[in-house]
């Protein structure tokens, strides 16, 4: 069994439980209510895209790439907020993002079922003196998509 099978299940039973409490929310909960980072629900599900597919292009890399792997790390230095903002998550259209996020999600679910175990300590560079497994890259995905989902609860129940 794939180590990492409960977390799957987990991410997808988030993905199905959310995607109609999504759908269903109106235009001003989702456009106008800002977070801490002064990020709205449509940028943090933007935001929740880009980690989905930044991660399945780690996964991937870091099964048949040199070990340690240079890699670029989308997050730092602020560039996650510049992703969002490239991207005008802010007027995308909502099902589409909607339905963006969920199947990104889906295959990331995917390429984590079906990672080679034996690659699970290869390594990326993700930033100065700092080195990031396989195995610590999909363990901690879940958490990062949690985080926002709760900060997402957050704006909703505002």
């Known amino acids: ?6 977390d799957c299940q987990n991410v997808l039973k988030l993905l199905k439980d959310w995607e109609p409490r999504l759908l269903a929310l109106p235009e001003e909960i989702i456009s106008n209510r800002k977070n801490i980072q002064d990020r709205s629900i449509r940028q943090i599900l933007g935001h929740l895209f880009d980690s989905a597919s930044n ?6 890399h870091l099964q ?7 890699f670029p790390n989308y997050a730092t230095f602020g560039n996650n907020d510049r992703w969002i903002a490239i991207q005008d998550y802010q007027h995308e259209n909502w099902q589409d993002l909607v339905q963006l996020w969920k199947y990104a999600n889906h295959h990331l679910i995917h390429v984590i079922r079906n990672v080679d175990l034996t ?3 290869n390594q990326w560079i993700s930033g100065e003196d700092k080195l990031i497994s396989l195995r610590e890259n999909i363990e901690y995905y879940p958490q990062h998509f949690e985080l926002h989902l709760k900060e ?3 704006l909703i129940n505002f």
């Open 64 to 70: 048949y790439r040199e070990n340690p792997m240079s």
């Open 119 to 121: 690659k699970l300590e």
């Open 55 to 60: 991660n399945i292009h780690r996964i991937v």
């Open 1 to 6: 069994m794939n180590p990492f099978e409960n």
């Open 152 to 154: 997402m609860e957050e």
